[in-house]
């Protein structure tokens, strides 16, 4: 399970429902999802591909 840090929460969280996603005309790859406690947004970037 991917971890990433909740801004709102200011933890290292496993993120809950991880989508694999890429930024910068799809040359780096990235993992969204929720944060599990509070529902926040968490994005972490993976590298490139």
Do not use: H, L, W, Y
């Not at 809950?16 to 406690?37: E, F, H, L, Y």
């Amino acid at each position: 399970m991917p971890q990433g840090r909740c801004m709102k929460c200011k933890k290292q969280v496993e993120i809950k429902n991880p989508q694999d996603t890429s930024i910068k005309d799809g040359t780096i790859k990235a993992v969204k999802g929720v944060c599990p406690k509070c529902g926040t947004k968490v994005f972490r970037i993976v590298g490139k591909k």
